[in-house]
């Protein structure tokens, strides 16, 4: 996202969807489930230029790195569930999250509950999910979940010029990805992963009360894998240059959305652990927004 493009003001998402297993995302669909082959050609099949698809396909192989990692701390503790204290925080869902500031003045994330489980992939806490989650999908839908961008490139820098969003256009950049998955021929159940992970869950009441430029209805996470892509997607930016946020920067981000916002944002770090973003910005020598 450019540092001049705002996302519109996400609603929590339906918590039965939550559970929701892969196979219930797809609506009688007979597409297929793309190979890592498949996801580089579907990129670079409407990449306008090798800028463009630098910055969008790295930005979801990044998405993908994080993703994973959430995928297998949910799935270690849901392993770990029968042997977890009933009032672990872990089984609880709540950590007691708040946040303070350092000595330097920046605001930092305390748990007032102390987790039982270490971290582990650079993860902090998280809840005990209701199900096993499939990290195969997890990494195909978070390698494709932005692949509606290329659409929305004011400047594609096909002629030498940096890239630029079309920022009153790029919240349709979920739709249009969607829509062009499922015109290659993508499977229902991945395509939504483009079409399902603005903000911290875009409703139809959201979409009609801010005018948003899309057909009225429920942009929201359908399933688990969804949703981890959704929240692994808040902690880098395709701003020139990309970036990381900390669990923290997004929070101040989501704030200015209003508080309802902000909360779900809360909720979900609760549900799915804090990521430290420093080792993953060594890792793809990105900067990191506090």
């Given at each position: 996202?450019?540092?001049?493009?705002?996302?519109?003001?996400?609603?929590?998402?339906?918590?039965?969807?939550?559970?929701?297993?892969?196979?219930?995302?797809?609506?009688?669909?007979?597409?297929?489930?793309?190979?890592?082959?498949?996801?580089?050609?579907?990129?670079?099949k409407i990449a306008q230029s090798q800028a463009?698809?630098?910055?969008?396909?790295?930005?979801?192989?990044?998405?993908?790195?994080?993703?994973?990692?959430?995928?297998?701390?949910?799935?270690?503790?849901?392993?770990?569930?029968?042997?977890?204290?009933?009032?672990?925080?872990?089984?609880?869902?709540?950590?007691?999250?708040?946040?303070?500031?350092?000595?330097?003045?920046?605001?930092?994330?305390?748990?007032?509950?102390?987790?039982?489980?270490?971290?582990?992939?650079?993860?902090?806490?998280?809840?005990?999910?209701?199900?096993?989650?499939?990290?195969?999908?997890?990494?195909?839908?978070?390698?494709?979940?932005?692949?509606?961008?290329?659409?929305?490139?004011?400047?594609?820098?096909?002629?030498?010029?940096?890239?630029?969003?079309?920022?009153?256009?790029?919240?349709?950049?979920?739709?249009?990805?969607?829509?062009?998955?499922?015109?290659?021929?993508?499977?229902?159940?991945?395509?939504?992963?483009?079409?399902?992970?603005?903000?911290?869950?875009?409703?139809?009441?959201?979409?009609?009360?801010?005018?948003?430029?899309?057909?009225?209805?429920?942009?929201?996470?359908?399933?688990?894998?969804?949703?981890?892509?959704?929240?692994?997607?808040?902690?880098?930016?395709?701003?020139?240059?990309?970036?990381?946020?900390?669990?923290?920067?997004?929070?101040?981000?989501?704030?200015?959305?209003?508080?309802?916002?902000?909360?779900?944002?809360?909720r979900l770090l609760e549900r799915y652990g804090?990521?430290?973003?420093?080792?993953?910005?060594?890792?793809?020598?990105?900067?990191?927004?506090?």
């Amino acid at each position: 996202m450019t540092n001049e493009t705002k996302e519109p003001t996400p609603d929590q998402p339906a918590e039965q969807s939550s559970v929701a297993s892969p196979a219930s995302a797809a609506h009688d669909a007979h597409g297929y489930i793309p190979t890592l082959n498949q996801v580089e050609e579907l990129h670079r099949k409407i990449a306008q230029s090798q800028a463009a698809y630098d910055l969008i396909h790295g930005h979801c192989v990044v998405v993908a790195d994080i993703a994973r990692r959430m995928a297998r701390r949910q799935n270690a503790l849901f392993t770990r569930r029968c042997t977890l204290p009933a009032d672990a925080p872990e089984q609880t869902g709540d950590f007691g999250l708040d946040l303070s500031h350092d000595e330097s003045g920046a605001e930092t994330f305390g748990m007032l509950r102390i987790p039982a489980v270490q971290s582990t992939d650079g993860i902090t806490g998280g809840s005990v999910p209701p199900r096993l989650i499939d990290e195969h999908m997890v990494v195909i839908g978070a390698l494709l979940h932005d692949i509606g961008t290329y659409f929305l490139l004011k400047q594609d820098g096909s002629d030498g010029n940096p890239l630029k969003f079309d920022g009153p256009r790029y919240v349709q950049h979920g739709l249009k990805g969607y829509e062009y998955l499922l015109k290659e021929g993508v499977d229902e159940s991945i395509a939504q992963f483009a079409r399902n992970h603005t903000g911290v869950g875009l409703t139809k009441q959201a979409v009609e009360s801010q005018g948003l430029p899309l057909p009225p209805a429920d942009y929201v996470p359908m399933n688990l894998e969804q949703e981890v892509v959704m929240v692994a997607d808040k902690y880098n930016s395709k701003s020139i240059p990309p970036k990381f946020l900390t669990a923290e920067a997004y929070t101040r981000k989501a704030a200015r959305f209003g508080e309802n916002n902000k909360r779900e944002w809360l909720r979900l770090l609760e549900r799915y652990g804090i990521v430290d973003v420093k080792p993953l910005a060594e890792q793809y020598h990105m900067r990191i927004a506090e």
